[in-house]
């Protein structure tokens, strides 16, 4: 399809497992993000790689997060040693060069036991 | 403190009616804000960008406007329908250089028949 996908769509794990989280970018999207939503909250920046740059990790909210955006395509999450206040939505979202709008997948929801 | 606030009930109208969302921030200055309809179970989806020089802006039955004094925005949906039914969210950029998005917390729209 065109648009932004990830996988998987659900993911329950138990405390204390690492977890990886997919990203696949609409073709030729340069600028790539990941939020979470929690329950009935907003969706929180955690990080934003934009081509060739070091990516804008500010909104990592511990050194358990982590991401990489390979050859500047696919983008894995991951979270290790997941706690239960991990379970949340996590958003990716893509933007072209000539655009500010950005484009979300559908979320995978992670749920921490 | 930096808060980016959304009308914090849910909002119920009648079909036919003009739907008005208000979106207040607090210790920025948004080079852009924006509006996104997020669906239950879906990613957000782009619905309109207003720059900070900009006071006013219009698509279909959508109007957005910015007011960087009152530092507010307020977003409406005239002649509503029950499809229009979703949470909106707005969400602020603090440069134009692409970065991240803060949101706020969204606010649950609902329409009768």
């Known amino acids: 399809g065109a648009g932004v996908s990830q996988s998987p769509s659900n993911k329950v794990t138990e405390k204390g497992k690492d977890v990886e989280l997919r990203c696949d970018p609409i073709s030729g999207h340069t600028a790539l993000y990941w939020y979470r939503q929690s329950l009935g909250q907003g969706l929180e920046f955690l990080i934003y790689f934009q081509g060739n740059s070091a990516p804008d990790k500010s909104g990592l909210p511990s050194d358990r997060f982590s991401a990489e955006r390979t050859g500047g395509s696919v983008s894995t999450l991951t979270i290790q040693r997941t706690q239960q206040e991990d379970s949340a939505v996590y958003l990716c979202?893509?933007?072209?060069?000539?655009?500010?709008?950005?484009?979300f997948g559908p979320g995978t929801r992670l749920t921490v036991l | 403190s930096q808060k980016i606030e959304q009308n914090s009930e849910a909002l119920n109208i009648q079909e036919g009616k003009t739907a008005t969302l208000t979106c207040n921030y607090t210790?920025?200055?948004?080079?852009?804000l924006q509006w996104y309809r997020q669906d239950p179970g879906r990613g957000p989806v782009f619905l309109l960008l207003?720059?900070?020089?900009?006071k006013e802006k219009r698509k279909e039955r959508l109007k957005v406007t910015f007011d960087t004094t009152l530092k507010q925005s307020l977003f409406h949906i005239t002649a509503s329908q029950p499809a229009d039914s979703a949470t909106y969210l707005c969400a602020l950029a603090e440069d134009n250089q692409g970065g991240k998005l803060i949101f706020g917390q969204g606010t649950e729209l609902s329409v009768k028949p």
């Open positions: 207003i720059r900070e020089n900009e």
């Open positions: 210790n920025y200055s948004p080079a852009y």
């Open positions: 979202a893509t933007r072209g060069t000539s655009t500010d709008t950005q484009y």
